[in-house]
């Protein structure tokens, strides 16, 4: 091999060698908001029982991920089918009322609901016809 062959190649394995240097900066950069915010626990801020007051209508582990599903299926079955009685895993049965279950515990909207829904950057459309306890008509 001749002197500008063996030159050459070392260019192309320098350029090689600064482009995956530039791709592994590039994506580790790029990748910090995931890593950083699964990092945290994804827990969310603490929640705010009202003291004395029973469990859950499910778990927390239940009800953190899957409230809203809970709540959707909850309109859907008490407006369409007039069923307003909801027993969870356990068997106990409970009204199926945001007001009346829900923020019976619950009952300050801004540590609990909405100190939740802004850390998760949400904007639920329950209160476009549901009133907080604290609020009046």
């Known amino acids: 091999m001749s002197w500008k062959t063996l030159s ?3 260019e192309k394995m320098n350029d090689l060698f600064k482009i995956v240097i ?13 890593w ?15 003291e004395g007051t029973e469990a859950c209508v499910e778990s927390k582990e239940f009800m953190r991920p899957n ?24 068997g106990k049965h409970f009204e199926k009322s945001l007001t009346k279950t829900c923020l019976n515990c619950h009952s300050n909207k801004e540590e609990f ?19 907080s306890s604290e609020e009046q008509i």
Not at 22 to 34: A, D, E, N, Q, R
Request: net charge neutral.
């Open 22 to 34: 530039g791709l592994v900066l590039f994506f580790g950069l790029f990748s910090i908001p995931f």
């Open 113 to 131: 609901c909405d100190r939740c829904h802004d850390y998760m950057g949400v904007k639920p459309y329950c209160w476009s016809c549901h009133l």
């Open 67 to 90: 409230h809203m599903h809970l709540l959707d299926q909850w309109r859907d079955s008490v407006v369409r089918d007039n069923d307003r009685v909801y027993t969870n895993a356990s």
């Open 8 to 10: 050459r190649e070392k």
């Open 36 to 50: 950083a915010g699964s990092s945290s626990g994804g827990n969310g801020p603490e929640i705010v029982v009202k």
